[in-house]
């Protein structure tokens, strides 16, 4: 696998991982809210492009849980 590939890959893999925290915490606030499920279903980046404000928050951290 070239080094392209490989950046690519993790890139995706990033990309996903936030899309699914974005998901989940939609998730979680519709159902505390009363709201219906198809809420938590939005995701709408910019042609294919995740806001830098949306991957600081739902990106993952340096920080370990113990």
Partial sequence: MSIQDKSRAIMMRQYQQVKNRQQ???MRA???LGLPEEVSR???PTQGKIDP???MIYGSS???MS
Wanted: aromatic share 14%; glycine share 0%; charged share 15%.
């Fill in 24 to 26: 989940s915490m939609l």
């Fill in 30 to 32: 519709a159902q505390e």
């Fill in 42 to 44: 939005y995701w709408n």
């Fill in 53 to 55: 404000t949306t991957r």
């Fill in 62 to 64: 340096h920080a370990a």
